[in-house]
């Protein structure tokens, strides 16, 4: 009583469109996701430097709100600058 799974309408031979390969080639995809990673890399640093600024000493959860706001910032550089598939192989 059970059916078979249907086969893709596509055929073998049609391309398949991963999602991965969709966002390389959108450079305006790239551009707002990275954008988006370093504004909020700039406001968990801003966040860090508020607490700092009031004088409270600085604790462990501020550097590593710091480190954390580095690290995105750092995320949406590469997402911008796409550096996967650039390098070639010397030989």
């Keep these: 009583m059970s059916t078979a ?4 309408t596509g055929g073998a ?6 999602p ?11 551009l707002i ?9 700039a406001y968990v640093f801003n966040a860090a430097r508020r607490v700092m600024r009031q004088g409270a000493p600085t604790s462990v959860g501020t550097v590593a709100q710091i480190t954390f706001a580095a ?4 995320w949406g550089i590469v997402i911008i600058a796409d550096p996967v598939g650039k390098a070639q192989r010397k030989t």
């Design 20 to 30: 991965s390969q969709m966002f390389k080639s959108c450079w305006s995809c790239r």
């Design 33 to 41: 996701s990275g954008g988006g990673l370093i504004l909020s890399g």
């Design 71 to 74: 690290s995105l910032a750092a």
């Design 13 to 18: 031979d049609a391309p398949v469109s991963k």
């Design 5 to 8: 799974p249907e086969a893709p």
